[in-house]
């Protein structure tokens, strides 16, 4: 048997997956790491304990699914894309935590660089923001003491992960293009961004094709002997792999921490003025795919902070459950900007808004309103790029929150669109495990037809359509004032 081991390492935590030839998903070991916010809202990962964490999955997956470590021919690498570190390339130590892709605390950075914003957009297809790497790595190298005359490193968590795995530092065309300095059309760190950021090109990884080796690996020892790393992929755009959105109009919405929409737009990028962005979807085979995308701060975890902060609910599980209860009249919207609101508004700002409560508002109803307002901002998203000639026949939709049968049945509602998820919730890993075998010469690439999909036909009219958004729209005025 010839198996394909991914590493899928997440906001939240890290998981190893083992696929068979056949690109079954065998088993999966999980480990959560810290989330470190301070008082000012930052939101910080530590870079060894992510290490450290895909090491001991890694070995825990081994173990209990029984294998020979000799059969596995080839490791993928999929990664929440912007979150942002620097390390020491003698000491292969972080210089401090990384900056999550969440925490918006570079936004003095992107204040002073605002009239660089169009020059910044034409040559990245990325709107200028502290969710991006560069003002990250920029706020970094100017609030970290003791930097002189070191030898520094300036990745995001892919790069990280192959530096401490192979000693390779590299990343790939997905994840580079979310830095902000990446030119998208002449494929190539630019040298006006990097010098606009104050960021030494020399800083950065190589750019491989996302099907390249990227180097050999024995996990930190764990492993008899080294198995190269194949596939290198962001998250969203290992879901897109996954979900087989290989050809142009095809796209899909991942429902984690925070949410990616994203559709393949093929091989000339399409630059967006609705408050989308353009990215690489991936390079590989020696070609590059772009997409148009919306990136979303809180969806999964605006139910998190039911469960945690909020004390509304035992366990996310109960939220579809309890949202069903709860009165379909109620007019209670929450407009879940924590750490301000992503596309397709962009404002780093904005502060979180529960409204239109009613002396019937009571927990079920609040729930909804968390539930739905997940929904209410991935079809933000799409209705962005129907402005932009973009029409989806159906949305692929992964990621945990779609074993929520009452926002499944939702989104498809308020999209009007047919929402098509998947048996497997894992497809960021399993994607860039395909990526992976494929490259290894295990799977051919009609492996991303064999998935099985359960479909949410919308069942609700226009009429309703409209008086639900309407709401929607006016609650979120509110913050955008």
């Given amino acids: 048997m010839k198996y394909i081991l991914s590493i899928d390492q997440s906001t939240s935590g890290t998981k190893a997956l083992l696929l068979d030839e056949q690109g ?15 008082h000012q809202g930052w939101v910080s990962h530590d870079p060894m304990e992510i290490y450290r964490n895909t090491i001991t999955v890694t070995k825990r997956l081994i173990e209990t699914q029984n294998i020979d470590s000799t059969d596995i021919m080839a490791i993928g690498i999929s990664n929440q894309r912007e979150t942002s570190l620097i390390w020491d390339r003698a000491t292969g130590k972080p210089i401090a935590d990384a900056v999550v892709w969440q925490c918006g605390r570079a936004q003095p950075i992107c204040d002073r660089l605002k009239s660089y914003t169009e020059i910044i957009r034409q040559k990245t297809g990325l709107r200028l923001s502290p969710y991006f790497p560069a003002a990250k790595w920029a706020w970094l190298l100017e609030n970290t003491p003791g930097l002189t005359g070191k030898s520094l490193c300036c990745g995001t968590i892919d790069a990280w992960l192959v530096y401490k795995l192979t000693g390779q530092f590299k990343t790939d065309y997905s994840n580079a293009s979310r830095t902000q300095l990446f030119n998208i059309s002449t494929l190539s760190w630019d040298k006006e961004l990097c010098q606009i950021f104050g960021i030494d090109p020399h800083t ?31 998250d969203s755009h290992g879901a897109l792999f996954g979900q087989g959105c290989v050809i142009p109009g095809m796209g899909k919405a991942t429902y984690g921490t925070g949410s990616s929409v994203m559709v393949n737009v093929g091989k000339t990028p399409i630059f967006s003025d609705k408050g989308l962005v353009t990215s690489l979807a991936w390079g590989m085979d020696g070609k590059v795919n772009y997409v148009l995308e919306g990136n979303i701060n809180y969806t999964g975890s605006v139910i998190k902070w039911l469960v945690d902060e909020v004390k509304l609910l035992g366990s996310s599980k109960e939220a579809g459950a309890l949202a069903a209860q709860a009165d379909p009249k109620d ?15 962009w404002k780093s700002d904005a502060k979180a808004l529960l409204c239109g409560m009613g002396r019937g508002t009571g927990r079920a109803e609040i729930v909804k309103a968390a539930e739905e307002s997940i929904g209410y901002q991935i079809s933000d998203v799409v209705n962005a790029m129907r402005e932009e000639g973009v029409e989806l026949s159906e949305l692929r939709a992964d990621g945990g929150p779609t074993r929520d049968k009452y926002l499944m049945q939702f989104q498809a509602d308020i999209l009007g669109l047919p929402v098509a998820v998947p048996e497997r919730e894992e497809l960021s890993g399993i994607g860039a495990g395909y990526c992976a075998g494929i490259a290894a010469g295990v799977y051919s690439s009609d492996i991303l037809s064999h998935i099985d999909r359960e479909y949410y036909q919308p069942q609700k009219g226009r009429d309703w359509v409209k008086a639900h958004f309407d709401g929607w729209k006016n609650a979120v005025s509110m913050l955008l004032k």
């Avoid at 065998?26 to 916010?37: F, K, S, V, Y």
């Avoid at 491989?208 to 596939?231: A, E, N, V, W």
């Avoid at 007019?331 to 508004?345: D, H, R, S």
């Fill in 24 to 38: 079954k998903l065998l088993g999966r070991a999980d480990l959560p790491h810290q989330q470190i916010i301070n």
């Fill in 204 to 234: 950065l990884p190589e750019v491989c094709m996302s099907d390249s080796r990227f180097g050999d690996t024995d996990m930190g020892g764990i492993l008899p002997h080294k198995i190269p790393i194949y596939g290198v992929l962001g």
């Fill in 331 to 345: 007019g209670t919207y929450l407009v879940p900007a924590f750490t301000g609101l992503g596309a397709p508004y």
